[in-house]
DNA sequence: CTATTTGTTTATCC
DNA sequence: AGGATAAACAAATA
């Protein structure tokens, strides 16, 4: 489910219990979610610690605990984050919890469990988290690395190369398809394929669909107008919003892509 | 019962 | 060597 914006949206979530210190962890350390972590003894390391800070990569998130611990968060398919005032509600695939002062709790819920969870301790961020490239619609995202970028994937269509996180951290599969809609271009068209003014496009919705879902999702999950794709492509029969015609479902490398062929005609 | 899923990771082929 | 692609991972939903 969860791709930039979604992925802010449960960062924040958790940052509501920012300053406050962990009275109590609980791990279901057989869980798939905690493949990543060698110190199985990580949830008695965080209590006692207080929780400083977030912080969002992409999909990534990133809290930082006491003077040096760090806990990362990958939502998968089906992740998500709470903040519990509550302690008896129950909730099922909670496979972390963190209870904090004040009655509050922080969930990490995962019923596929695809998502990862992350934890080292050491002063600096940890290499997990460093090796994540910038923002998209950071100054370090240029038009000339995301060109680079498209030529070395040149026989990749294009849809499959914009959901690389090495190359589009935080992109996900509606967003592609957002983008490329934006963009006049089809999923299918071949990376090395796309003329220089089309990259320019491609570039320019990278950036204005990032900033448009971030403003819209990430502070409270407000659904978006009409005149996105989004709201179309989910149901059988969808139309397009510049043609008025059915839009398409295609799979492309393994991926349902949703587009509009008449409006998409750079291929 | 079958097909599908807003995401990586690994194996295999080229 | 490095790029492209399919399968695997797991569980809910239609």
Redesign the pocket.
């Known amino acids: 489910?969860?791709?930039l914006a979604?992925v802010e949206y449960f960062r924040r979530i958790w940052a509501r219990a920012e300053g406050a210190h962990v009275i109590n962890v609980s791990a279901q350390m057989d869980k798939?979610i905690f493949r990543?972590i060698e110190d199985s003894r990580f949830p008695e390391i965080l209590i006692g610690s207080r929780f400083n800070r977030s912080e969002r990569k992409?999909?990534q998130l990133c809290f930082h605990f006491g003077r040096d611990s760090w806990l990362g968060l990958?939502?998968?398919?089906?992740g998500r984050t709470l903040h519990c005032l509550d302690p008896e509600a129950k909730h099922?695939?909670a496979y972390l919890i963190l209870d904090l002062e004040k009655g509050e709790r922080l969930i990490f819920q995962d019923?596929?469990?695809?998502g990862?969870v992350y934890f080292s301790i050491g002063q600096g961020t940890p290499d997990w988290w460093s090796g994540i490239p910038e923002e998209l619609t950071s100054d370090q995202f240029t038009l000339e690395r995301m060109n680079a970028f498209l030529m070395?994937?040149?026989?990749?269509?294009i849809k499959?190369?914009l959901?690389m996180?090495e190359g589009f951290p935080g992109?996900?599969?509606?967003?592609a398809d957002e983008i490329l809609w934006r963009s006049r271009i089809a999923p299918s068209a071949l990376?090395?394929s796309i003329a220089e003014g089309e990259c320019r496009a491609l570039y320019a919705s990278i950036r204005t669909v990032c900033n448009d879902a971030l403003r819209v999702i990430a502070d409270g999950w407000n659904k978006p107008p009409d005149d996105w794709l989004f709201n179309h492509r989910?149901k059988d029969g969808g139309i397009c919003p510049k043609t008025e015609r059915v839009l398409v479902?295609e799979?492309i490398?393994?991926?349902?892509s949703c587009w509009s062929p008449d409006w998409q005609v750079y291929r």
Not at 171 to 175: A, R
Not at 253 to 256: E, F, I, P, V
Request: aromatic content about 10%; hydrophobic content about 30%; proline content about 7%.
């Open positions: 489910m969860p791709e979604e798939r990543a992409g999909k990958h939502m998968g398919m089906t099922k695939y019923p596929r469990l695809f990862k070395r994937r040149s026989r990749s269509p499959s190369v959901l996180q992109i996900g599969n509606w967003m990376a090395g989910w479902r799979k490398n393994g991926r349902t």
